[in-house]
């Protein structure tokens, strides 16, 4: 039986966006603007209040030289690592 009770009740994936651009040095401004979003877009993903589109996160995934699984965890991942 599969322990769910680390998974967010809205399923949201976790991120390491803001580790990865302090290690550029880069504020949420600069990320969203070599992405192509707004800074409040960059603020919601970082804060698990925003799920991004698969585009995108091909998109930051591929600007910091990482594979999508390298920057995002889906909750389900994160729950089989529970058991």
Same mark, same amino acid.
């Given at each position: 039986?599969?322990? @769910?009770?680390? #998974?967010?009740?809205?399923? #949201?994936?976790?991120? @390491?966006?803001?580790? /990865?651009? =302090?290690e550029?040095?880069?504020?949420? =401004?600069? /990320?969203?603007?070599?992405?192509?979003? &707004?800074?409040? &877009?960059?603020? =919601?993903?970082e804060?698990?209040?925003?799920?991004?589109? /698969?585009?995108? =996160?091909?998109?930051?995934?591929? /600007?910091?030289? @990482?594979?999508?699984?390298?920057v995002? #965890? !889906?909750? !389900? @991942?994160?729950? &089989?690592?529970?058991?």
């Amino acid at each position: 039986m599969e322990n @769910r009770h680390d #998974v967010p009740a809205d399923g #949201v994936m976790k991120n @390491r966006i803001r580790v /990865l651009r =302090a290690e550029k040095g880069w504020t949420q =401004a600069d /990320l969203a603007e070599r992405v192509r979003v &707004s800074r409040n &877009s960059i603020n =919601a993903i970082e804060n698990g209040r925003f799920d991004p589109s /698969l585009p995108l =996160a091909f998109r930051i995934a591929e /600007l910091f030289e @990482r594979t999508i699984e390298d920057v995002f #965890v !889906s909750p !389900s @991942r994160r729950s &089989s690592k529970a058991i």
